[in-house]
């Protein structure tokens, strides 16, 4: 519980507005999607949006119009295709030993890999710093709750820590 404590202190510390950000993509994601506090239908059938966190998911959704997902859980393993998003639960990858090169093998220019709860404990923050430091990753956005990676070929390294 401490960590926790420390951690959010160290996020706050560090975090950003929109006004902090000086890449036109994540500008416009943090404008668009992330402050934009509409109500909206959820976009997946089973999504609960009545939590924060399920209608910062479904904002998020609406906002990429993801087709092809996976969620990477305890009991279900990566598939071998090409998809829209990756949601991870860092507890489940670290117990079930998947590598984060797996995780980026299923990746395109435009895939999201959603980490949940990046600062729950000392080892998922240390796999989403690997992450971050990851020399495939270009974008990372932390916004405590979630981490977000996009591997976008046209856009320089950077890493982004946001107050929703």
């Not at 995780?103 to 395109?108: E, F, R, S």
């Not at 895939?111 to 000392?122: D, L, M, Q």
Request: net charge positive; aromatic share 16%.
């Amino acid at each position: 519980m401490l960590y926790r404590i420390r951690t959010y202190l160290q996020f706050l510390w560090n975090s950003k507005n929109e006004h902090g950000v000086h890449s036109p993509f994540v500008f416009q994601l943090v404008t668009q999607c992330f402050y934009d506090k509409i109500k909206l239908n959820p976009y997946f059938p089973n999504l609960e949006t009545k939590t924060k966190k399920g209608n910062f998911l479904n904002r998020l959704f609406h906002y990429f119009q993801f087709q092809d997902g996976i969620y990477i859980s305890e009991n279900k393993k990566t598939p071998p295709s090409k998809v829209d998003f990756i949601f991870i639960d860092i507890a489940s990858l670290i117990k079930n030993n998947i590598e984060l090169d797996q995780i980026i093998a299923l990746t395109n220019n435009e895939t999201c890999i959603i980490f949940e709860n990046p600062h729950f404990s000392k080892i998922s923050d240390r796999q989403w710093k690997m992450m971050v430091s990851n020399a495939n990753v270009n974008v990372t956005i932390d916004v405590y709750l979630f981490g977000f990676v996009f591997i976008r070929n046209q856009q320089v390294k950077e890493h982004f820590v946001i107050r929703v």
